[in-house]
T-cell receptor
Framework: DGGITQSPKYLFRKEGQNVTLSCEQN?????MYWYRQDPGQGLRLIYY???????QKGDIAEGYSVSREKKESFPLTVTSAQKNPTAFYLC????????????FGPGTRLTVL | QQPVQSPQAVILREGEDAVINCSSS?????VHWYRQKHGEAPVFLMI???GGEQKGHEKISASFNEKKQQSSLYLTASQLSYSGTYFC??????????WGAGTKLIIKP
């Protein structure tokens, strides 16, 4: 079955630690995205990548980093510089940008202790 | 700029109709509609491209008025399964998708 997987589903982090959230897709999509969602809020774009070895900052990139070494994978690192990282993180992919449907993974809920 | 969704929330009885609106201050190339259940990922409903088209499947349909830079989602004879938060995403000529804040829909039996 084609789809997007994210791991872990729940993640707890101590203040000052970096953590990496995994996102893998087997849809052969070129574009991948990371969003942050706070309770009762919409989706805010952190980073997106249109092609391997290239990625662009979204609206709230500060305190986050990404890599795109393989087409299938787009991991997100939440660094200690992110002051308020507790949130629901969603990864998505699409065939291309703009008009193409974005398909979402199940999400990772990150809690800072 | 983030599109504006209205209303912010709506409560319906099963079988009633609902309309959710999405407006942008920028010229739009496409509008995307998704539904999200609590704690889950958003699920794609439909995309509308510029040209003023209307789409629908079963009892959920949508329209896109390019001149007014707005789209509306219509839910007819709502079912309990329609409950959730509805998001619109708008793309301009730069092809970047920007999401609205969402409309929470509660369906009561």
């Amino acid at each position: 079955d084609g789809g997007i997987t994210q791991s872990p589903k729940y993640l707890f982090r101590k203040e000052g630690q970096n953590v990496t959230l995994s996102c893998e897709q087997n849809l052969n999509h070129d574009a991948m995205y990371w969003y942050r969602q706070d309770p009762g809020q919409g989706l805010r774009l952190i980073y997106y990548s249109q092609i391997v070895n290239d990625f662009q900052k979204g609206d709230i990139a500060e305190g986050y980093s990404v890599s795109r070494e393989k087409k299938e994978s787009f991991p997100l690192t939440v660094t200690s510089a992110q002051k308020n990282p507790t949130a629901f993180y969603l990864c998505a992919s699409s065939a291309g940008l703009g008009t193409d449907t974005q398909y979402f993974g199940p999400g990772t809920r990150l809690t800072v202790l | 700029q983030q599109p504006v969704q209205s209303p912010q929330a709506v409560i319906l009885r099963e079988g009633e109709d609902a309309v959710i609106n999405c407006s942008s201050s920028k010229a739009l190339y496409s509008v995307h509609w998704y539904r999200q259940k609590h704690g889950e990922a958003p699920v794609f409903l439909m995309i509308l491209l510029k040209g003023g088209e209307q789409k629908g499947h079963e009892k959920i349909s949508a329209s896109f008025n390019e001149k007014k830079q707005q789209s509306s989602l219509y839910l007819t004879a709502s079912q309990l399964s329609y409950s959730g938060t509805y998001f619109c995403g708008t793309a301009d000529s730069n092809y970047q998708l920007i999401w609205g804040a969402g409309t929470k829909l509660i369906i009561k039996p």
